[in-house]
């Protein structure tokens, strides 16, 4: 199947306020994306999606009946939903409301007001979900790769499976903490950790410095995936607990895909 150019992809803009609206769907059609349903409400928004389908949705934070928040969580928890890329439009800044999008799995988070060249970042990262395409590996026939998956949170740990699964990676075993990593880790063979840091019953840090001290796997290559900033003074010392990336969320598909040829194509 061919890949799709922005203007070819349907978007659902929900925005409750009609000012608003009209300038996005501008701003959308000056980056060349130019098929645009605008609804205002989740309600609306939802039975939409649920019976047209979409290629995008993007979404503001708050709206009349709920949030963007609702609209995420029930296209994720919707098998023949699930794959399509969510991008927040938002003025919202407190660090606990995005937490929540990102362990969603949202593609991007765009704020309000935003420049040209963010919301083409923001769609281009969109964008490479739907047209993900399978990493060339000289090493490694990347079908192959087996990688364990580490993250609390569900709906993450389903975003992120979609990544590496477009990316053509297929073995993938997943642990919902540190802790039940590590059992994955004594019985199986893995090429690849992803894992999220901020986790119940062992972080990233504390699974890290183990696959790192133990001889059986002290060769896995580890990339860790944070919503803090990873150029943070908090982050600057994981690099000491032997983990060899750090990814911010939303996790991006070319920025992944830079980091697969790097770690596994040498």
Do not use: W
């Not at 003025?91 to 007001?113: D, M």
């Not at 490694?140 to 699964?165: G, P, Q, T």
């Amino acid at each position: 199947m061919p890949n799709l150019a922005l203007s070819e992809i349907n978007i659902v803009l929900i925005e409750p306020s009609d000012t608003q609206r009209k300038i996005i769907i501008k701003q959308l059609e000056q980056a060349n994306a130019l098929k645009v349903e605008a609804v205002s409400n989740v309600q609306t928004a939802v039975e939409l999606i649920t019976n047209y389908g979409a290629d995008l949705v993007v979404s503001a934070m708050y709206l009349e009946d709920g949030t963007g928040l609702d609209i995420i969580t029930q296209i994720k928890n919707t098998p023949n939903l699930a794959a399509i890329p969510f991008m927040l439009i938002s003025s919202e800044n407190r660090t606990e409301k995005l937490e929540e999008f990102k362990q969603a799995g949202v593609a991007a988070i765009l704020p309000k007001p935003f420049a040209p060249e963010s919301l083409s970042k923001a769609l281009n990262a969109s964008l490479d979900l739907i047209n993900s395409d399978e990493v060339d590996l000289e090493l490694f026939d990347i079908e192959e790769v087996r990688v364990l998956l580490v993250d609390d949170s569900k709906l993450a740990r389903n975003h992120i499976n979609r990544v590496l699964s477009g990316l053509g990676l297929e073995k993938i075993l997943e642990a919902e903490n540190g802790a039940e990593a590590l059992t994955l880790l004594k019985d199986n063979t893995f090429d690849l950790v992803v894992t999220d840091y901020n986790m119940p019953e062992m972080d990233g840090r504390e699974l890290s410095e183990f696959i790192r001290f133990n001889p059986e796997t002290a060769h896995i290559p580890i990339i860790m995936v944070t919503s803090e900033s990873t150029n943070s003074l908090h982050m600057a010392n994981i690099h000491q607990t032997g983990v060899n990336a750090l990814c911010d969320k939303p996790f991006e598909v070319d920025e992944v895909r830079k980091m697969l040829v790097s770690l596994l194509g040498q």
